[in-house]
DNA sequence: GCAACATTGACATCACCGTGCTAATGTCTG
DNA sequence: CAGACATTAGCACGGTGATGTCAATGTTGC
């Protein structure tokens, strides 16, 4: 037992090119160990890492570099902190739920913004400088 | 107050050229309330978003894009759970650490992978198909 | 030792991101 | 009304992501 593939026979059973898989390494997801000569050693857990990786990013259409950008995401604390306080800052449109009610808030925040800016539909008041 | 600033004046103000603050909104991000006659209106809000923006992308070297897949992350669930998934299955080399502590077990990998292949740095037993 | 395969590096391509600029058209303001 | 500014659409361009292919060199297996 203990398959150790080579790049090709990895490539062939996994979909991938064996060009791909050195890029694939290359960015840092799913890097394979080397024999002492250094040629790429494919496992059982590098192979079910690579054909895992193909279906998440054809089932989601989403490139290597996004997943590359996870993985920043789980590593670089501060990074996530970041982005994740940003983005908790105002809703950024949940378009994916048929907007009805979300609309009705949106509007409003036009309206709002509508009814102090100018009593025609015009603009700036208070002119800044 | 409550000022209201065409896109010139909140280009000006952000740091962000119109061409941007266009495109920005039309990622995704940062989106605009628009006059009866279709001007964007930036409010207070948007432009502390698009200025808190522009730092979180330099700060940290990303991309708009990566902003983008960050917020396709928080509203698909499907998604959010399949990367996860994956970057859990296996930890994804913390090459953020001075590598001691990790080189060993990494080592360690390198070591089993090599041990159940051949006993010379050679490859491929057990020979597949 | 020769054929088959691996490694790295380079060049090439296509697509997309981030940007600028221009054109054609509509809006606002003095 | 005229001039300043907004809107969308489109061309353009440099950079990078994702791939392929080819070249030069080393490794393996029989």
Redesign the interface.
């Known amino acids: 037992?203990?398959?150790?593939?080579?790049i090709q026979?990895a490539a062939e059973t996994t979909g991938w090119s064996p060009r791909m898989l050195r890029y694939i390494e290359r960015v840092?997801?799913v890097?394979a160990?080397?024999?002492?000569?250094g040629?790429r050693?494919y496992?059982a857990?590098e192979l079910?890492?690579l054909r895992?990786?193909r279906e998440?990013l054809h089932?989601?259409d989403?490139g290597l570099s996004?997943?590359g950008?996870?993985?920043?995401?789980?590593?670089?604390g501060?990074?996530r902190a970041?982005?994740d306080a940003?983005?908790d800052?105002?809703p950024?449109?949940?378009?994916?739920v048929s907007a009805a009610d979300w609309l009705s808030w949106e509007q409003d925040?036009?309206q709002r913004?509508?009814a102090?800016?100018a009593p025609h539909?015009?603009?700036?008041?208070?002119a800044?400088r």
């Open positions: 037992m203990s398959e150790v593939l080579t026979e840092g997801l890097e160990p080397r024999s002492g000569s040629y050693l496992g857990a079910q890492r895992t990786l998440l089932q989601h989403i996004d997943v950008f996870a993985v920043r995401l789980r590593q670089e501060v990074l970041a982005v940003w983005l800052a105002e950024v449109r949940p378009q994916g925040k036009h913004l509508l102090a800016a539909p015009n603009v700036k008041e208070t800044p």
